[in-house]
């Protein structure tokens, strides 16, 4: 069965750092690029960073730039992502999420397979 367990959420000040991480196992982990998603209350389903398959590629969105960080263990399956100077808007459910291609991409729905997702809150 294909599984991805995204953990490493919790309460953090703002400021704050957290890494997240996503297990991967139940497909060929070297042939997929992997995608983190946000989404927070009433709000749209966001992405926030990508690696790709070979983890020599990443991808940020704007806002996150400068202050997250993304890192894949090909021989753990697991990638990880760093969440360094948190704020507020950070706030959110952090879903991670594989495509099936070695390249990233913004739009959630080329990702056919995703994790149950990981709650980050960040007090102001």
């Known amino acids: 069965d294909v599984q991805l367990q995204a953990s490493g959420g919790g309460l953090v000040q703002t400021g704050g750092s957290l890494r997240l991480s996503c297990a991967a196992s139940g497909f060929p982990f070297d042939d997929y690029a992997i995608g983190w998603f946000r989404q927070a209350p009433g709000r749209e389903r966001e992405g926030v960073s990508c690696i790709n398959s070979s983890g020599r590629s990443t991808v940020f969105t704007d806002s996150v730039k400068g202050r997250f960080n993304i890192s894949s263990d090909n021989a753990k399956n697991v990638v990880y992502m760093q969440m360094n100077s948190l704020k507020p808007e950070d706030m959110a459910l952090y879903y991670c999420?594989?495509?099936?291609?070695?390249?990233?991409?913004?739009?959630?729905?080329?990702?056919?397979?995703w994790g149950q997702g990981t709650l980050v809150t960040v007090s102001s």
């Open positions: 999420a594989a495509r099936p291609d070695s390249y990233c991409s913004r739009y959630w729905s080329r990702y056919n397979h």
